[in-house]
């Protein structure tokens, strides 16, 4: 079965720096897209940034400050937030699906979910 579990999410002052990382165990696609989500409470959840076979996409909101990455081996992502800002608060997911996510940012784009790590940005 295919399992997803981020790591890295800690608490951290605004202007700080977090690196997020997603492991996908068990993956059977050839090709794959792996895109970060965040939800805070109350909100809906919304896409971070979205990789796949190197090409990626970035919510504008977090655009020059956040950069996702891939790994090598098993479907790995990590994700460097640099500038982190109070809003940035919230639980951190990486969503795993196959090649033909069409709009990155919606969730229902993605069969497979991670737990969330949690970012907390004090100001």
């Known amino acids: 079965a295919v399992q997803v579990m981020e790591s890295g999410g800690d608490s951290v002052q605004a202007g700080g720096s977090l690196k997020l990382s997603c492991v996908v165990s068990g993956n059977t696609y050839r090709q794959w897209s792996l895109a970060w989500f965040r939800q805070a409470p109350g909100k809906e959840r919304e896409g971070v940034a979205f990789?796949?076979?190197?090409?990626?996409n970035y919510a504008d909101f977090v655009r020059g400050r956040f950069t996702i990455s891939q790994g090598n081996g098993e479907p790995t992502s990590h994700l460097q937030m640099n500038s982190l800002k109070p809003e940035d608060t919230a639980t951190y997911y990486c969503?795993?699906?196959?090649?033909?996510?069409?709009?990155?940012?919606?969730?229902?784009?993605?069969?497979?979910w991670g737990q969330g790590t949690q970012v907390t940005v004090a100001s």
């Open positions: 969503a795993f699906g196959d090649s033909g996510v069409e709009i990155w940012g919606d969730v229902s784009e993605y069969n497979y």
């Open positions: 990789i796949r076979d190197g090409d990626t």
